[in-house]
Every structure is written in structure tokens, then in C-alpha cells.
């Protein structure tokens, strides 16, 4: 079995069979409300100058360093909800653990995209104002390296001015726990822990899975080149840049189905780094490995980009179901769900108040922009 087994894989990335098969309704039209922004309780960044999210390469190795001290100064400060996440041992971890209990309602959904785009606002600001970071979240522009050769030698990677790369290769990984123990890979590349670059011998205090108890564990990476050349490849991602509605365009980033040929963008980043025993490739604690906030860079700059190609349409189009699995993606079976609207609501418990769709449609009135 190769790492084309994605119907495998995807259990471990997202194992939901609590949710109940029954009949679902029929998604209602795309909203197309949204022409009046109304205030909200999202606000720009502090200062008023826009701030520009650079892909990695063009950040200056001085810049590279910023963001890496950044998030290491994060995981230095102590936690604001370690009172009630037993797991959180630092700011970072409180980060983590909103992820754990929010990612059963923000994954294969309509809320996907908008839930992700305001975490990394709050991500963003916290960099800031608590450890005093100048600059901005990077992003990874993977169409530069997204086939089996090169992805693993891209500068992201890099030991001293990247994040550091694949974990050492672990011939047996039948011992370590992970969310699904039957996913196997064949062609997976590592599965050690973390021995290179700035994170090397990272501690993730809770995980594996939806558990948000102290449960201390190695940061991993297992990378799996051939996936990433199938899901993120040149046809991915123009299906990505050239979908019709947002509704194409949100199954073009998650996926269409669990079948092999459809494999595409989210995954492809996740289970291409994580394998079949890193962190990025668990549904709930992938934020324990600081690529995540650069995976998510990356997917938000794409909707931008996508939105910006036809805004006077785009900058109000939302749909989807509010449920997880909800049609398009009741790849289980068809199951109940609301179509979205710009006024859902997106919450972030103990991060303060819920936000609606609508005021995080436009990213350059929440103060930042990415570069070309």
C-alpha cells in the first residue's frame, strides 16, 4: 500500500463516525447578500498600515528568523487557558487546543475557509502584541516544488532559515500512537522525531487526536513526496484558480470524494508533510507543528487571489454546509445540514466573540494583503 491510499488516509485525518447518516436537505442558493459591510466584531490590525504577507523566499533571512524566534517565544509564554485545557502548557498550546475542540465543525464544510482565515488573524496578532513580532505570517507558494523531487528540497525546509524538514526515517512506526493505527503507507520517507532545523526535539503537549489532556509527545514529520505530486500538482491547482463559484472552489482546496484521482489541496499539504505518523497529518493537534500557520497562509491567499479575480461577485459569495460531511462532502452517506450564509457565525471559545462570514470576507479591510 503507497501513499496514493487515501482512502486510508483519510480516516486518520479526519475520523468523524459519531456523526449520524441520515437524510440531509438541499443546499439553498448562494448567498449573494453582502453589499452593505456592516461593523462586526472584527476590527483591522492595530496599526493602519496594510500589512503584506510575504511567501517564504522573498522574506530576507533576518525576516526568516523573526517569524521562527516569534513562534518559539509563543511557545515560551505562559498559557491563558491552561486552567481549562489540562494540555496547554503556553500560549502556543492555547492555539492548538482552540484548534483540537473547534476541528470537528471547521473541516469538509462551508465554514472551512472563513473559520481558518480569522484564526490566523487572531495568530497574527498574537505574534505581536505578545512577543512583538513586526513582521507578518509568511506563506509557501508550493507550485514551485510540487513534485516528488523537489518538495522535499524546497527552502521552507531549510535547517537554518526554513522550518526544518522531514523527521529520520523509521523503518517500523507500528509502535506510535496516532489517531488511526490501521493507515499504513508504504512510500513514507521518515516518521522520527524531529531532529533538524528550529524545532528540533519540539515537545507537543496534547494531542494525538481530539484529546486536549497533557499528553506529551515528539513533533514528527513523515513526508510523502508522491502525494504531494498528485494533490498539489499544476491541474490541482488550476482547478483551484478557475472555479466557476466558491462552491467549486471550496471542493477544489478539500476534495471532492476520498477516492485516490481526487486528492487535492489541504490534504496534500497536511498528509504530504505528516505522513503516516506526523502531527500536520492529524485532524485535531496539526497546529502542534508550526507549518500549519503556513498551510493556512497559503490556502487563504489562494481564496484572495480566487476572490479578487471577480470581486464585485466574490466578495459576498459564500456557501457550503454548516455540518461536517454536509453535501458536497457526505462522502458517507447523505446526513442533515444548512446551506451558510455571510451571517453564520464563526466561534472561537476562549478567544473571545464569535465573528460572522461577512466581516472576514475582505481581507485588505482587516488590514493585510499578501505580495504577488
Known amino acids: 500500500m503507497t501513499c496514493q491510499s487515501l482512502a486510508m488516509i483519510l480516516p486518520k485525518v479526519l475520523a468523524l463516525a459519531f456523526i449520524c447518516l441520515t437524510s440531509f436537505t438541499?443546499?439553498?442558493?448562494?448567498?449573494?447578500e453582502g453589499e452593505k459591510w456592516g461593523s462586526d466584531l472584527v476590527v483591522r490590525q492595530e496599526n493602519s498600515e496594510t500589512q503584506v504577507r510575504k511567501e517564504w523566499r522573498k522574506l530576507s533571512d533576518d525576516e526568516k528568523l523573526d517569524w521562527i524566534d516569534a513562534v518559539k517565544c509563543m511557545m515560551s509564554k505562559p498559557a491563558l487557558n491552561g486552567a481549562i485545557y489540562s494540555g496547554s502548557r503556553s500560549r502556543y498550546g492555547d492555539f492548538m487546543a482552540l484548534h483540537i475542540q473547534?476541528?470537528?465543525?471547521?473541516?469538509?464544510?462551508?465554514?472551512?475557509?472563513?473559520?481558518?482565515?480569522?484564526?490566523?488573524?487572531?495568530?497574527?496578532?498574537?505574534?505581536?502584541?505578545?512577543?512583538?513580532?513586526?513582521?507578518?505570517?509568511?506563506?509557501?507558494?508550493f507550485s514551485l516544488e510540487n513534485t516528488a523531487e523537489t518538495f522535499p528540497k524546497s527552502p521552507l525546509f531549510d535547517p537554518l532559515h526554513g522550518v526544518g524538514g522531514n523527521g529520520p526515517w523509521v523503518e517500523?512506526?507500528?509502535?506510535?500512537?496516532?489517531?488511526n493505527p490501521a493507515v499504513i503507507l508504504a512510500d513514507r520517507t521518515g516518521g522520527g522525531c524531529l531532529d533538524n532545523g528550529p524545532f528540533a526535539n519540539l515537545t507537543v503537549t496534547m494531542g494525538i487526536g481530539n484529546n486536549l489532556d497533557y499528553n506529551p509527545h515528539?513533533?514528527?514529520?513523515?513526508?510523502?513526496?508522491?502525494?504531494?505530486?498528485?494533490a498539489l500538482s499544476d491541474e490541482r491547482l488550476a482547478a483551484v484558480r478557475n472555479a466557476p463559484t466558491f462552491n467549486d472552489f471550496n471542493i477544489a482546496i478539500q476534495g471532492k470524494s476520498l477516492a485516490v484521482p481526487d486528492a487535492v489541496i489541504h490534504l496534500g499539504l497536511h498528509i504530504g508533510i505528516g505522513g503516516q505518523v506526523g502531527e500536520l497529518a492529524d485532524t485535531w493537534s496539526s497546529p502542534g507543528d508550526p507549518l500549519f500557520y503556513i498551510i493556512h497562509s497559503t490556502l487563504d491567499k489562494l481564496w484572495n487571489d480566487w476572490q479578487r479575480a471577480d470581486w464585485d461577485t466574490r466578495k459576498s459569495e459564500i456557501s457550503g454546509p454548516d455540518a461536517m460531511w454536509g453535501y458536497p462532502f457526505d462522502f458517507f452517506g447523505p446526513i442533515?445540514?444548512?446551506?451558510?450564509t455571510l451571517d453564520y457565525s464563526l466561534n472561537y471559545t476562549n478567544f473571545g466573540s464569535s465573528v460572522t462570514i461577512r466581516s472576514v470576507m475582505d481581507i485588505e479591510a482587516l488590514g493585510y494583503t499578501y505580495d504577488d
Open 26 to 32: 438541499a443546499a439553498s442558493p448562494v448567498d449573494s
Open 102 to 141: 473547534a476541528a470537528d465543525y471547521v473541516h469538509f464544510n462551508g465554514p472551512f475557509l472563513p473559520w481558518h482565515r480569522h484564526l490566523l488573524i487572531l495568530w497574527e496578532q498574537e505574534l505581536r502584541n505578545t512577543c512583538g513580532y513586526a513582521g507578518s505570517q509568511p506563506w509557501w507558494d
Open 172 to 179: 517500523n512506526v507500528s509502535s506510535i500512537p496516532v489517531s
Open 218 to 230: 515528539c513533533l514528527r514529520r513523515d513526508f510523502c513526496p508522491e502525494l504531494i505530486a498528485s
Open 336 to 340: 442533515p445540514y444548512k446551506n451558510i
